[in-house]
């Protein structure tokens, strides 16, 4: 059975740097592309950010050139790196695993305020 767990989550101020964690196990890691989505209050879904088995990235407009996402195989887990955060970055994010199908997280909340 395929978990994916995110960790990281939490308070910053408007301008600050979170770095958030995904793990997936249960197949092996490196076979994974992963992601992440985030869903703010009243609003849609949405897709953040993208990383496929070779490393190859894709970002949302919104964020791109403030997120960065990553990968160490060697532990398992992939990660997000957000900095100069704003208000609107505020949501629960979820992170995603996929193979052949797509394994999701429970969610794990940034709140963006002073």
């Known amino acids: 059975q395929v978990q994916v767990v995110e960790s990281g989550g939490g308070l910053v101020q408007p301008g600050g740097s979170l770095r958030l964690s995904c793990a997936a196990s249960g197949r092996m890691f490196s076979i994974y592309s992963m992601g992440w989505h985030r869903q703010a209050p009243g609003k849609q879904r949405e897709f953040v950010a993208h990383i496929s088995r070779e490393s190859e990235t894709i970002y949302a407009d919104s964020v791109k050139g403030r997120f960065t996402i990553s990968r160490y195989n060697a532990n398992n887990t992939m990660y997000l790196q957000m900095n100069s955060l704003k208000p609107e970055d505020a949501a629960v994010y979820y992170c995603?695993?996929?193979?052949?199908?797509?394994?999701w997280g429970q969610g794990t909340r940034v709140t963006v305020s002073s």
């Open positions: 995603y695993a996929t193979d052949s199908s797509t394994y």
